[in-house]
């Protein structure tokens, strides 16, 4: 009886990707909370706003990021078809993608501070754009540990409806980080 | 019932539980992922940090009483945050500062949401366990070292956090505006970024297990209102404290890496020219309200179900206007994350914009006043029992209207001109979300102290308990009104530095008084909690006679809760004292098949087949009595 509970326990799963939603709704909140603050910032003097050009990286960034998720929904599609060549080589793709938008992100930040945007700055509004790229590139290297440990996992063989389960739960976070880039990018081309 | 499967089974489980982990004494009480042992463990972190908070208030309590008077122990205790035997004014700050904080987040948000979510939510709704009971671990250990970092702030050199709870900068955002913006408020930042992610993990696991993981029969309509009013703060929780995180990441840039979020052109002790620009402190004020607001209702609806459920069982009577209660849980679910600005009317706020936000406000006091109309219809001509809990839970509907009616006064903006920041706020915000909620919580506590413990608490000791802290704190809080409306304001050291406000110093004597009595009243508690885990007498399995779910559990706690197959659930849990039933309580697990004689036709909404039966049988029963 009791290992029947604890099977139930290790297969319920449902609830499990739904924590998953609901930390997504947390996000949305905090990147939702910094640009109403921003609004509320930018609303307190003319002098306040943006003021400069966004850099051309973020324009390659969002390319890069779009490409990502694509594999990504390829990766679970494999995962879903029990392909798991296929699903590993997507990963890895996903993956890859998603260190190349780490290191784009960062090139904008240099790009910049090289045109004397710095972080540190009379006009916050500036700051604004290093807090939200900041706090969306902690989101992707969480994404990207996701991803790895998917990766991992499904190196080693375990059962499929696991092996779905964590491919699902990255591809989740993955989309939404994903999501909030391109809010991200819009909000600041709007207020630019 | 198959629930109740023979005790020789439970020992046979407890060994194939532990087949892929023992038994130690680490993975039972320490790092355990049973909610059960969880909700106890919050629930005594809880209590720690509410005496503790409870003896920080009685310091400064000391000091406002007796402004111009040297205790001597103060010295021996406090050292240098008392030179001379008079505590040191900045101390004052950073009580004031850590009472408001303890109280609020770690006692009346964790220790109470923490304690009786973990145990209601899966006891009330047949479940097993939390969705994720590893999340829920990481959460009371999240908690723990919060609690942990708040207090180290006492033992560094310039004292803990000082800029009152709500860490408005300037003050928190300068580390030298105040000794208390050093060091302490680092540590006062890092312990809320533990507290946070230890809330965010346990709000997402109650949602998460009350949507998806309800026993069969259990729709939505037939959840106890302890249950609904948990999942609505979760929800609260899940949504508003991630801002709070937003305001605390900025406020953290503004104090070490030198941006201008918050900050604009300022200078320090005459000289030291700050170079921030343009910043805005009253951003931090929306960011932080955004939360702050729903945060009181965090705390104050967990304990208004709770007390819902407490009253119905020892009113012995159904709740009155379940639906209306929890259809205005939502209203104030939904309107408290729309009245935030009424903490910044004298921010220089739009005239217009106050407005808005005064009538939002107002219109609060609507689902508030429905639910108070349905407590005291619940008790109207009820069989009342008046157990420990239920004193407690009539009490908390005492402080919850006498604390609600200022609500009314401060909510507008007019008036607030004159009450903002005065001793009226203090006393508004202690009776209605401060003792309030307390009493929801001790309600509760004594309530399911049967089914944490295995054991009863002493009753005597309750109602001695209950009578000092109701009485002890309309004591304290009750006066504070006319001392608002007079115009002193809070958080000021020592009245007797203004003419106007000298003639305060009795009142304020006095309720240092009442303050200690009700605080001697808490020994009360303590001893006959300590006590009673220990030597109480044995719960029977449903001590209350009550309905839930929870009753229907083994009083000796094993892992998964029910022994055999999980109940599945046929009515709602409010039916007590029923005409026509054999025993005041139904069991919502007990099939409207046992209980014809006490049906009614509203009994069979959406259910044809069973009111065809219901008709055939109410037929049958009145052609007998013809025949007779």
């Known amino acids: 009886m009791m290992a029947q509970i604890q099977k139930e326990d290790r297969y319920n799963l449902a609830p499990k990707k739904f924590n998953m939603w609901i930390f997504i709704f947390t996000s949305f909140m905090f990147f939702a909370a910094l640009t109403s603050g921003f609004i509320v910032y930018v609303g307190g003097s003319k002098a306040h706003g943006i003021n400069i050009k966004l850099p051309d990286a973020f324009m390659y960034s969002t390319g890069v990021i779009l490409l990502s998720s694509i594999t990504m929904f390829l990766a679970s599609n494999a995962a879903k078809a029990l392909d798991r060549g296929k699903q590993q080589f997507y990963l890895m793709a996903t993956i890859f993608l998603g260190v190349a938008f780490f290191i784009i992100q960062l090139s904008a930040w240099s790009y910049m501070i090289k045109n004397g945007v710095y972080f540190s700055n009379p006009n916050a509004s500036q700051s604004f754009i290093y807090v939200f790229t900041g706090m969306h590139l902690l989101h992707i290297f969480a994404g990207l540990l996701l991803l790895a440990n998917t990766l991992w996992r499904s190196t080693r063989s375990i059962e499929q409806v696991k092996n779905l389960y964590s491919v699902q739960m990255s591809s989740i976070f993955w989309h939404f980080v994903d999501i909030i880039w391109i809010y991200l990018y819009v909000f600041l081309l709007l207020n630019q | ?628």
């Open chain 2, 1 to 628: 019932m198959s629930t109740l499967t023979v005790h020789d089974h439970v020992v046979s489980h407890h060994e194939e539980d532990h087949g892929h982990h023992k038994a130690t004494f680490l993975n039972t009480y320490v790092f355990s992922m049973d909610h059960k042992m969880i909700a106890k463990q919050f629930l005594i972190t809880g209590i720690a940090m509410a005496f503790i908070a409870m003896m920080l208030s009685i310091l400064f309590r000391i000091q406002l009483a007796y402004p111009d008077k040297a205790f001597p122990l103060m010295e021996t205790l406090l050292g240098r945050f008392a030179p001379g035997g008079r505590l040191d004014s900045n101390f004052y700050l950073a009580l004031v500062t850590i009472h408001g904080t303890i109280m609020v987040f770690f006692v009346l948000t964790a220790g109470l949401s923490g304690t009786f979510a973990n145990l209601l939510i899966p006891l009330q709704l047949g479940v097993r366990d939390m969705a994720s009971p590893f999340m829920n671990m990481l959460s009371y250990w999240f908690f723990f070292i919060a609690c942990g970092i708040m207090l180290s702030s006492f033992f560094i050199q310039k004292g803990p956090a000082s800029g009152g709870w709500t860490i408005y900068p300037p003050l928190s955002a300068l580390p030298k505006a105040m000794p208390g913006s050093g060091l302490g408020m680092t540590l006062w930042l890092i312990s809320m970024i533990f507290f946070i992610a230890s809330q965010l993990m346990a709000g997402i696991n109650y949602v998460s297990t009350i949507l998806n993981m309800r026993t069969k029969g259990m729709d939505l309509w037939k959840m106890p209102l302890s249950v609904w009013a948990l999942f609505l703060t979760a929800v609260l929780g899940v949504l508003s404290f991630p801002v709070l995180v937003a305001g605390v990441v900025l406020l953290v840039f503004d104090r070490s890496f030198g941006t201008s979020f918050y900050l604009s052109e300022i200078v320090l002790n005459s000289s030291q020219v700050q170079p921030f620009e343009g910043g805005s402190p009253i951003l931090f004020q929306h960011l932080f309200w955004f939360l702050g607001h729903p945060e009181v209702y965090i705390v104050i609806m967990p304990a208004m179900g709770i007390s819902s459920e407490v009253m119905s069982v020892n009113s012995r009577k159904p709740i009155f206007g379940y639906h209306a209660m929890v259809y205005s849980l939502i209203g104030i679910t939904v309107l408290s994350f729309i009245v935030w600005g009424h903490h910044m009317f004298v921010t220089g706020m739009n005239p217009f914009l106050g407005g808005v936000f005064m009538i939002t406000t107002l219109i609060i006091a609507v689902p508030s006043a429905v639910k108070t109309f349905n407590w005291l219809a619940t008790l109207w001509r009820g069989n009342i029992r008046f157990t420990s809990a239920m004193l407690f839970a009539i009490g908390m509907v005492s402080f919850f209207i006498s604390g609600g009616l200022t609500g009314i006064f401060l909510g507008n903006a007019a008036l607030d001109i004159n009450l903002h920041d005065t001793y009226f706020v203090v006393a508004h915000f202690h009776l209605v979300m401060g003792s309030a909620a307390i009493f929801g919580m001790l309600a509760g506590v004594y309530h399911w102290f049967p089914k944490m413990f295995g054991r009863m608490m002493n009753e005597r000791l309750g109602y001695l308990h209950f009578w000092l802290t109701f009485i002890g704190a309309y004591l304290v809080f009750f006066p504070m009104h006319f001392m608002g409306l007079d115009g002193v304001p809070r958080r000021y050291y020592a009245f007797t530095e203004f003419e106007s406000m000298k003639q305060w110093l009795s009142v304020n004597t006095f309720i240092t008084w009442a303050a200690i009595m009700s605080a001697l009243a808490q020994l009360a508690f303590l001893f006959n909690f300590v006590h009673s885990i220990f030597w109480g007498k044995k719960a029977p399995q449903n001590p209350w006679n009550a309905n839930t779910l929870e009753w229907t559990t083994p009083v000796e706690h094993i892992h998964g809760n029910w022994p055999g197959e999980i109940p599945t659930v046929y009515r709602w849990p409010y039916d007590y004292s029923k005409p026509g039933a054999e025993h005041d309580f139904i069991p919502q697990t007990t099939p409207l098949s046992e209980t014809m004689s006490s049906n009614l036709p509203h009994d069979f909404e959406d259910n044809p087949i069973g009111l065809e039966e219901h008709s055939k049988w109410t037929s049958t029963q009145k052609s007998n009595e013809e025949v007779k």
